[in-house]
């Protein structure tokens, strides 16, 4: 009787974190580059039940079947699919097209399964910035502004980094007049609206955004507000676009979440049934434990 407690308790679990998981995908439709997470259980290991009979040595055994105690909330993946693009007309607003090919596969949701079974996720290119500390960070979000001291940051204040790696500033290095019209082409090299001239840093180099393009990109470690961070992968797995990805940058543009609200309604709701019968189970253990220790005990 206890082991089914357990197993509905497990369920009970196993459908709050998913209730949890899909509330935040809904709670981020409208973040721009919201990428949802889909919640991933699997069973506990199953027992073999079987029947001794007595407690001398040889006494015959008889195998009754397979016990399943339960289920859990493995983890929650993320689901790198391409959002659909919103028009904004701000020129401080860019949305990344991501379409990075591996030796031809065809993916579905962000991943494939190769001929000989290994799973293949699809590398996906992120913005990258910077931190309090100098800390490289990702995110496909792509409203940007430019703060006090002429550097390109995001909402939350990380500033933006260029292809050198530092912050990009857009203070013009011979007058110090802070540059206010810009045009940022497909590769995302920024651009003079005035005279179609690459802006250039203090060293003389032409700023672009460093658009990193990371292998696995469910393995970052959401921080909040649409930044990631990298604590798995290898520095061979994270590095700048190569020339021949299908990655373009789309100024004026903003990425959407690519939660689906319908669905997400749909498992929210399907959470919730799920959730309410493993309750239904574990009143109904509950009363018959009663019984077991108030009635039966009294006979």
């Known amino acids: 009787m206890l082991r089914g407690m357990y197993t509905a308790t497990a369920g009970m679990l196993s459908q709050q974190r998913k209730h949890d998981t899909v509330t935040n995908n809904i709670a981020n439709v409208n973040t721009p580059g919201f990428k949802q997470s889909r ?49 904004t007309g701000n020129p401080f607003d860019f949305a990344v097209i991501s379409d990075i090919l591996v030796d031809g596969l065809q993916f579905d949701n962000g991943k494939t399964i190769t001929a000989d079974g290994q799973r293949v996720f699809q590398p996906q290119a ?69 005279n179609g001239m690459p802006i250039l840093d203090a060293n003389g180099q032409p700023v672009a955004l460093l658009l990193t393009r990371i292998e696995e990109p469910m393995r970052l470690i959401a921080e909040g507000s649409g930044i990631l961070r990298n604590d798995e992968l290898q520095p061979s797995e994270l590095a700048p676009i190569n020339p021949n990805d299908q990655v373009e940058v789309r100024q004026g543009f903003l990425e959407r979440s690519n939660v689906d609200p319908t669905q997400a309604t749909v498992d929210i709701m399907t959470a919730t049934r799920m959730y309410e019968a493993n309750q239904k189970m574990v009143q109904y253990y509950d009363r018959s434990l009663e019984k077991a220790v108030n009635e039966v005990g009294r006979v």
């Open 39 to 87: 919640m991933v259980s699997r069973s506990f290991p199953e027992m073999l039940i079987a029947l001794q009979e007595g407690d001398s040595i040889g006494a015959p055994r008889i195998n009754m079947g397979r016990l399943n105690t339960g289920v859990l909330a493995e983890e929650a993946l993320t689901v790198n699919i391409q959002g659909d693009l919103r028009e």
């Open 126 to 194: 992120f913005f990258t910035v910077l931190n309090v500390n100098d800390e490289q960070r990702y995110t496909r979000n792509g409203k940007l502004t430019v703060d006090a001291l002429g550097r390109l940051v995001t909402a939350e204040g990380f500033r933006v980094a260029g292809q050198d790696g530092q912050p990009i500033s857009l203070i013009d290095p011979v007058t110090g007049v802070p540059i206010s019209n810009i045009t940022v082409n497909g590769r995302g090299q920024i651009l003079d609206s005035v």
